[in-house]
Every structure is written in C-alpha cells, then in structure tokens.
C-alpha cells in the first residue's frame, strides 16, 4: 500500500498510517534506522516519537511529504504487526 497519494500535489494517504502505528524510517545513505511511533499525522508530515540511543531520550522526527516523495526516506510501518507496509521512493538505475 502506498503511502503517498497523489493528485494535484504529493500528499500522505491518511487511510494508510495512523497515529500510534509503529514505524521504521532510514534516511538514504545512512547505515542505520530510527524506530517509533507515529505521533501525529497530517497530509503534508509525518511526525515520529522514537529513542535516541546516543543520549538514551525520546526525540521527534518529522517527514516531510516532499521528502518521502523523492526517495529521502525509506520507511516501514503497521499497526497491528501482522501486516507490514513499505515506501521507498528512490529513484531506480537506469539498466
């Protein structure tokens, strides 16, 4: 399921996440992941409570709708840990 709808403009399915899903988000290039919950949803970010393990405290994490839509993040979420969804955007090589 896709993450992002698109219309006139990118914009976040909300029918898709949902405030408290679990969610995994990688920055492109960065070897590790960052592991939350989503905390607030709107049609333009994502906003994501996760554990900083560097200082050992909570942070917020927000993803910009633009972001997402150009392969900045790769991103996985569910609800109910039986079905896991996934979006990454990046641009493919050309073969």
């Known amino acids: 399921m896709a993450l992002i709808k ?29 592991n939350g919950f989503v905390t607030e949803v709107t049609a333009n970010k994502l906003r994501i409570l996760y554990c900083n393990t560097q200082n050992n405290a909570t942070s917020y994490l927000d993803l910009n709708v633009a972001d997402v839509a150009v392969g900045v993040w790769e991103i996985y979420w569910t609800s109910d840990f039986q079905t896991v969804n996934y979006e990454n955007n990046s641009p493919r090589p050309v073969e």
């Open 6 to 34: 698109s219309a006139i403009h990118d914009e976040f399915d909300l029918s898709q996440v949902r405030r408290g899903d679990c969610i995994r988000v990688r920055r492109a290039g960065d070897t590790t992941a960052k």
